[in-house]
């Protein structure tokens, strides 16, 4: 039996500060090291499909790249893409963008949303950015801490920021990942970067939808591996 996305037991609920419009989503997850906003008509399903599916890719790249390691970080998000779409993610966008100095963007959060410009609609933009915004005032909370564990890597920073919403009863998800190294990281989405030193930045921008039908046979199996390791990721936070 799967817990419950409104309890789930690997990620935790946050409440962006969002516009009363209708269709602007008023839920979010922080899911090991990523952070997904959804849409309104995003069902329960769904969002579980998302969560799980999500973090067994995140789970599968650690293994392969145990670390992030900083010259294999494309090679992180490759497995990352190809797990995703073994399960039944249509890849629809991978789009990498190396910026050799990403200083001119001020915070990890700027990047993301200037890169996130050319996939998003307006709708999904506002979300993201309350999404952003909704991390960045609870950096002391739970969610922040596991959020900022599963995130950080000695020096290096790796996470992931998304938008889900429902495309004819498919999830589809436009997310970004971001990947960088700076001296005296603490908290990954409001670090300002050192005007005195160059901040080489890795973002790949992906929109993909998860096809339910196949993933329908793929789901309890996802399940079984996200909630039998769950534990140890829970426990890892829990003792730092």
Not at 25 to 41: L, Q
Not at 60 to 71: C, I, K, L, S, V
Not at 149 to 166: C, P, R
Request: charged letters at 25%; a negative charge.
């Amino acid at each position: 039996m799967s817990p419950a996305i409104d309890e789930p037991r690997f990620s935790t609920q946050v409440e962006p500060q969002l516009a009363g419009d209708d269709d602007v989503g008023k839920t979010a997850a922080v899911n090991g090291s990523a952070a997904v906003a959804f849409m309104k008509g995003v069902t329960a399903q769904m969002k579980e499909d998302v969560l799980y599916s999500t973090l067994l890719a995140q789970m599968e790249a650690d293994r392969a790249f145990p670390g992030r390691p900083m010259d294999k970080r494309k090679e992180w998000y490759h497995n990352f893409r190809d797990v995703l779409q073994s399960l039944g993610w249509i890849i629809y966008t991978f789009r990498e963008t190396d910026l050799d100095d990403a200083r001119e963007y001020d915070t990890p959060g700027n990047v993301a949303l200037q890169l996130a410009m050319p996939d998003f609609e307006i709708l999904e933009y506002v979300v993201l950015s309350g999404l952003l915004g909704a991390l960045q005032d609870m950096v002391n909370s739970d969610s922040y801490e596991v959020f900022n564990k599963m995130a950080m890597h000695g020096d290096d920073a790796s996470f992931q920021l998304g938008v889900v919403s429902n495309v004819e009863g498919d999830a589809l998800l436009k997310c970004s990942a971001h990947q960088y190294n700076a001296k005296m990281i603490t908290l990954p989405l409001t670090y300002q970067f050192d005007p005195a030193s160059e901040v080489a930045y890795l973002t790949i921008n992906m929109v993909m939808q998860l096809k339910a039908d196949i993933y329908a046979g793929f789901r309890q199996m996802v399940r079984d591996r996200v909630e039998e390791a769950v534990k140890d990721v829970i426990r890892e936070v829990e003792m730092s």
